[in-house]
């Protein structure tokens, strides 16, 4: 069964509802931003190469009224929790991991000049955390826009990637790219962004009205191979570079991949960055002249690469695309995401989305014991204009 999604309206009464309940004060400002999807161009984002990611129409939202002065207290309804933060200790990661998220923004906006007053706030959130939609840089961007809307003063959306960007990575800790941050900031709605890691820049590739359906299902499973596993493959990666003599992976012509067939790890991991690289542009190519077929052979033939020239799959998720691509209406699937677990993306036939669906996930069920979480996604808008909107 596809799970409900409530509007964008909805999560923002919820939050604005929660922080009245938490502060006693009617809510004075809101902030919103959607998850993500990453259509194809998997661990290309540190080879320097191109990514295809979208906006989903699952939202962070948050609301806040003013809170005690030198504390910010933060009820998450997805943690089922409260944190709170005291202002002279901005700069010390929280207890609460969660809390980081927010923290490092509001300590990156500090350090540009953009002081935090006491404040009480509340999230609530349709993106479910941890699955791979991204949900770490919905947070940070609802954070940022909700500490511009209460502080009035604004930064430029390229400095609100960056500080949400180093929010992640200084105070969460977690070693990410540039992707998430971009897309949940940039995105239009409708639209795919072609996002070159090189430069960071983003071009905008329209759907179009016929494009078919995109699901997403959850393995439920995040194995703990992932974190070293990602180490592994970003070294593995700067090896096959140096032993070509070229700066990165982007550089690499296919033809020059023969000269690795002496050091299997490098080949193969150079072999599916490069020919990840070509999937991507040729996706965008399918999706302008609406070649729906196309585009799912790219979008299988790159979990087959992920699967077997990067090896940064596992059963679960194999199980997903092989019984998804059997179905009727299916275009094609791959893993989304570091691998090792997290999601599945489909696309599907509209009309066919449902029944999909529902035999992927039976089948699932009958096999590991539990039926996964399917989700509907469609291209939306990025936290700038919806927050503009607000
Ligand atoms: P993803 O970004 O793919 O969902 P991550 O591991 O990068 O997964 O980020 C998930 C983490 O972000 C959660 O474990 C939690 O710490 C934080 N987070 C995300 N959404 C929320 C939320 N609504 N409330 C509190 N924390 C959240
Ligand atoms: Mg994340």
């Given amino acids: 069964m596809i799970e409900p999604n409530p509007s964008l309206a909805s999560l923002i ?10 502060s006693g004060r009617a809510a004075r400002w809101r902030a919103a931003a959607p998850g993500r999807v990453n259509l194809i161009g998997e661990h290309t984002d540190y080879n320097h190469g191109w990514v295809l990611p979208m906006a989903i129409d699952r939202y962070t939202a948050m ?96 400095e609100r990637i960056q500080a949400s960007v180093q929010a992640e990575r200084e ?14 900031e940039l995105a239009e709605s409708g639209q795919v962004l072609l996002l070159d890691c090189a430069d960071q820049t983003a071009h905008s590739v329209p759907l179009g009205s016929q494009a078919p359906a995109l699901l997403v299902i959850d393995t439920g499973v995040s194995h703990s191979l992932a974190e070293g596993a990602y180490a592994q493959r970003r070294a593995e ?19 020059q991949l023969a000269r690795l067939k002496g050091e299997m790890a490098a080949h193969r991991r150079a072999t599916h960055v490069v020919s990840e ?59 989304t995401g570091g691998g090792f677990g997290g999601c599945v993306i489909v696309l599907v036939e509209t009309d066919q989305l449902e029944a999909a669906a529902d035999r ?5 069920d009958d096999r590991m014991g539990w039926a996964p979480g399917c989700y509907r996604v469609q291209s939306g808008a990025g936290a700038r204009e919806i927050c503009a909107a607000l």
């Fill in 13 to 22: 009464d919820s939050a604005s509802a929660a922080v009245a309940e938490l």
């Fill in 63 to 158: 609301a806040a009224a003013p809170g005690v002065p030198g504390q910010i207290r933060v009820r998450s309804l997805a943690m089922a929790e409260e944190s709170s933060l005291s202002l002279d200790q901005l700069h010390t990661p929280h207890g609460d991991a969660w809390m980081r998220y927010v923290q490092g923004v509001v300590a990156q906006y500090d350090r540009r000049g953009v002081h935090c007053p006491g404040l009480d706030a509340a999230v609530v959130s349709s993106v479910p955390p941890g699955g791979g939609l991204s949900s770490s840089a919905a947070l940070e961007l609802a954070t940022a826009h909700l500490l511009e809307a209460v502080t009035e003063q604004a930064l430029t959306p390229a």
């Fill in 171 to 184: 105070m969460a800790g977690v070693p990410c790219g540039i992707m998430d941050q971009t897309v949940v």
């Fill in 237 to 255: 990666c700067e090896q096959a570079s140096a032993l070509l003599g070229v700066k990165t992976l982007r550089d690499v012509r296919p033809e």
């Fill in 277 to 335: 690289n070509e999937r991507v542009r040729d996706a965008v190519t399918a999706i302008e002249q609406g070649h729906w077929d196309r585009l799912g052979a790219l979008m299988t033939g790159s979990h087959r690469s992920l699967r077997d020239d990067y090896e940064v799959s596992c059963g679960e998720l194999d199980l997903l695309v092989d019984l998804a691509t059997a179905e009727t209406g299916v275009y094609g699937a791959r893993m």
């Fill in 360 to 364: 992927i996930s039976g089948q699932y």
